[in-house]
C-alpha cells in the first residue's frame, strides 16, 4: 500500500503565522477602505461642522484655545477608538458566522499570537483613521502639537484598548444583534460621555465624578494633552488608567483564548 | 511503542450543556452532566494508511475528528498525530494535519490564490507559490487562480477546501464527509488525487456516509455507534463477515448487533 512514508518535514524551519494574520486582518479593512476609513471620517467631518456652528461661542473650555480646535482631537480619538473597536469585532462576527475560523484554529497560531495579530490590526487601522481625520482638520484648523510623545502613546494605547474590547466582543457574539448590543449600550455611551465635545470641568459635579470612572475619558484627555499641553487630569494619571485597563482587558482576552471560549468546544 | 500516524487514547468526551451565565465560567462543572459523544475510543492508524470511519449520523466521526484537529478538547484521554500531542505539542501536531472541514466555509474577501497563500502563511510557509499551484493542478483549479472564492460553484469551493487542507504538505490528511453533495465527475477526480496521495506515503483519515466508496478505497475501518467503535478491522476481513456481499450489508449487520446489547440491558 505504502511505498514510502511521509512524516512531519524538520528541514523547513517553523516560522509564526503570526504575521500572515495580522497582513490577512489588515487586507480585510484596506480592500474595503472607503467603509473602514473614509465612511469614519466624513462622520468626524460632520461632528466638526456642526458642532463648531452650533458651540463655537457657547462653550467655554480651557481659556486660550479655541473651541475648534479642542473638539478636533476630541474627534480624532472617538473615531480611533470606535475602528479600533470595530476591526477585530467585525472580523470575528463575521469569520463565526460564515464558518472560517476554522481556517484559522485549525493552524500552529498560538493564543498569544493570534491576540497579539488582532489587537495590532485594530491599532493600524486605529491610527489610520486617526491620521486621516488630523489632515481633513487642517482644511479647517491648523491645531498644535506640544508633545507628539504624548499623542502617539494615547493613540496606541487607547486603540490597543478598544482593540482588545472589540475582540473580547467578537468572542462573545455568536450573532450580529449581539455585536449591535456590545457597541450601542456599551462603546457608543462610553466614547460620547467621555469628553470628545467639552472639558468635563464644565459638567455638575455629579458628571464630572461619573466621567473620572470613564477610562475612555483618560485616553481623550491624555490625547487632547499631548496637543495643547492642558487637560482635565494629569497625563500621568491618565497613563496609568489606561495602561492598567489595558492591562486588565489583556489578562480577560488571553484567559478567554486559553480556554477556547466560543472558538474549541 | 512507536509513533502512529494517529493515536488515540481512552478518549472520552461529554458535551456541557450551554453556558447561560458568566459566573458558570468560573465554577468548575461536573464532567457528569451533558452529553456523552465518545465513550473510551482507543483507536492507532499507522503510517500510510487509508483508513476509514464509518458510522450513522451522530454516532462520535466528527466528535472524533475534531479533537484530533484541536477544534474540540476531549473530557479524558488523549490524541496524537505523528507521536505530537494535540493539546501540549499542539503546533507540531496540527503542522503534521491537514483537515477538509465537513461544511463548505470560504472567506469571501479573497481570491482562490490569497485564500492559498495566506493559509499557508499560517502555517509559517511564506514562500509556497510552486507547491501551491501544483495542487491547483491537480484538482483542477488552475483557470480559477484569480476568481473571488464567492464567484465559485460549490464543487469548485469544495476542491478549494482539499487545496487549503494540503498547502503545507501535512503527512495526515483528514477527510470529513468530504463527497457530500459533489457530483460524480469532481467525486472521482478527488478520489484520484486522493489515492495517489496515498500512494505518494500520505496517511488518509476518510469519514463518509458513502460506503462503496469506503469499501473501493480504504484498507481498514473503524466503525463506530453511540460514540464507541463497535467494528475495526481490515476492509477484507470485514466483507468475509457477511460473505462478501459489500460493505452495506456488512456495516448494516454490526450496526445491529451493536444495538442489541444495551437493549438487553433494561
Redesign the interface.
Known sequence: ?????????SD??????F???L??EL??FW?VGFQTIAAPVITALLYLIVFVQVLQDRVKVYDAIPYVEFLIPGLMMMSMLQNAFANPSSSLIQ?RV???L?????????TREFFAAYVLAAVVRGLAVGLTVWLVSLLFVPIPVTSLAWVLVFGTLGSAMLGILGLIAGLWSEKFDQMAAFQNFLIMPLTFLSGVFYSIHSLPPLWQTVSHWNPIFYTIDGFRYGFFGVSDSSPWMSLAVVFGFFAVLTLIAIRLLD???KL?? | MSSAAIEFDHIHKT?QPAIKHWWQ?LAKRKPSEGFKALDDVNLRVE????FGLLGPNGAGKTSLI?IL?????ATEGSARV?G?DVVSD???A????G?V?Q?L?????FTVMETLR?????????HNDDWIEEVLHNLGLSDKTHANMRSLSGGMKRRVLVA?ALVH?P?VILLDEPTAGVDVDLRRSLWEFISSL??????ILLTTHYLEEAEALC?RIAMLKAGQIVALDTTDALLARVGGAGLEEAFMQIMQEAGKAPESAL
Open positions: 500500500m505504502n511505498q514510502s512514508r511521509i512524516t512531519p518535514s523547513t524551519p517553523m516560522r509564526s503565522g504575521y500572515t494574520l497582513y490577512k487586507l480585510r480592500r469569520s460564515t464558518g472560517n476554522v481556517f484559522v484554529l485549525l493552524t500552529p497560531i498560538s480556554s477556547g471560549y474549541r468546544t | 458535551y465560567l503510517y500510510g494508511e487509508f475534531s484537529a484541536g477544534l474540540s478538547y505523528c505530537h499542539f503546533r507540531l496540527r503542522r503534521a494535519l483537515v472541514p461544511e466555509v470560504y472567506d469571501p474577501f495566506i493559509q499557508s502563511g499560517y502555517f509559517g510557509l511564506h487549503q504538505r503527512p496515498n500512494q505518494q506515503g500520505h496517511t484498507g
